[in-house]
T-cell receptor, first 116, second 116 residues
Framework: AQSVAQPEDQVNVAEGNPLTVKCTYSVSGNPYLFWYVQYPNRGLQFLLKYITGDNLVKGSYGFEAEFNKSQTSFHLKKPSALVSDSALYFCAVRDVMNTGFQKLVFGTGTRLLVSP | EAQVTQNPRYLITVTGKKLTVTCSQNMNHEYMSWYRQDPGLGLRQIYYSMNVEVTDKGDVPEGYKVSRKEKRNFPLILESPSPNQTSLYFC???????????????FGSGTQLSVL
């Protein structure tokens, strides 16, 4: 089965500094990778995805993610963090079930705290 | 406004008392799904539905039931809730199952359930 791992429960950065939220994946075949964000008291929102092509994927709210095949990583990045970026971030990977149906498998989440 | 609506937002109940969490989407999506979110475990899929009258188990279906009588609604039913079902629940939908991983999921705002 495909899986993703988010090694950090929490990431703290100061506003204006670059941020990185880490994700590594374990897949057979080509990975389809996603990032979702969850703001307080809200459902998850799609940020970006990697299917094929450019290793640097740009998404919503100024976020981008870098796909690195050799390191099996898909880290989420932003050049300059905002306090409003504070949220819970989930990495996800597409998995194919025995029925042929495909679903998303989510990581455990990383809480990002941006201090003023 | 396109949205996935879950009710109630918060629910406290006692062991064994049947409850239903409602989910409705106004985007004419075929695919709907229920997840539970637990600290350290991320999101785990409970049940999903690929269309009306078509439902199937996810990763953690025990103790839950669903129905899909109408395209827009996908209620989650706990026939006899137990304390280990205390969790944050999310409903999600998309146009088609993420077959080619091109379709992003839209999430509701969540239902925090406590079973005493």
């Amino acid at each position: 089965a495909q899986s993703v791992a988010q090694p950090e429960d929490q990431v703290n950065v100061a506003e204006g500094n670059p941020l990185t939220v880490k994700c590594t994946y374990s897949v057979s075949g080509n990975p389809y990778l996603f990032w979702y964000v969850q703001y307080p008291n809200r459902g998850l929102q799609f940020l970006l995805k990697y299917i094929t092509g450019d290793n640097l994927v740009k998404g919503s709210y100024g976020f981008e993610a870098e796909f690195n095949k050799s390191q099996t990583s898909f880290h989420l990045k932003k050049p300059s963090a905002l306090v409003s970026d504070s949220a819970l971030y989930f990495c996800a990977v597409r998995d194919v079930m025995n029925t042929g149906f495909q679903k998303l498998v989510f990581g455990t989440g990383t809480r990002l705290l941006v201090s003023p | 406004e396109a949205q996935v609506t879950q009710n109630p937002r918060y629910l406290i109940t006692v062991t064994g008392k049947k409850l239903t969490v409602t989910c409705s989407q106004n985007m004419n999506h075929e695919y709907m799904s229920w997840y539970r979110q637990d600290p350290g475990l991320g999101l785990r899929q409970i049940y999903y539905s690929m269309n009306v009258e078509v439902t199937d188990k996810g990763d953690v279906p025990e103790g839950y039931k669903v129905s899909r009588k109408e395209k827009r609604n996908f209620p989650l039913i706990l026939e006899s809730p137990s304390p280990n079902q205390t969790s944050l629940y999310f409903c999600a939908s998309s146009f088609v199952p993420p077959r080619e991983a091109n379709e992003k999921l839209f999430f509701g705002s969540g239902t925090q359930l406590s079973v005493l």
